[in-house]
Nanobody
């Protein structure tokens, strides 16, 4: 069974940066696509970014492209989300996801989420 644990969330001021990490346990995910979703209060969960097993292909929701960067370190079984120039609208619970086959989703495995709050 794959378990995904997110970390790095917290409170940041608008314009600041955060880096989220997601470490997998239970299985080596070097052959899995991984990614991030988020859910803001009162809104639908939305796709943020994903990355293929090698790190060679990345995908982003268009509205975040340029501010957020996804990367992975297969030796550490970890995927990252670097978030820069953050805005209050980025406030959400961020979820790590993984799937053996689908870099564009749907994703079979989900973490519990980490809260990110951006103050104005």
């Amino acid at each position: 069974q794959v378990q995904l644990v997110e970390s790095g969330g917290g409170l940041v001021q608008a314009g600041g940066s955060l880096r989220l990490s997601c470490t997998a346990s239970g299985r080596t995910l070097s052959s899995y696509a991984m990614g991030w979703y988020r859910q803001a209060p009162g809104k639908e969960r939305e796709f943020v970014a994903s990355i293929d097993w090698s790190g060679g292909r990345t995908y982003y929701v268009q509205s975040l492209k340029g501010r957020f960067t996804i990367s992975r370190d297969n030796a550490k079984n970890t995927v990252y989300l670097q978030m820069n120039s953050m805005k209050p609208d980025d406030t959400a619970v961020y979820y790590c996801v993984a799937d053996q086959w689908n870099v564009a989703g749907p994703f079979d495995y989900w973490g519990q989420g980490t809260q990110v709050t951006v103050s104005s």
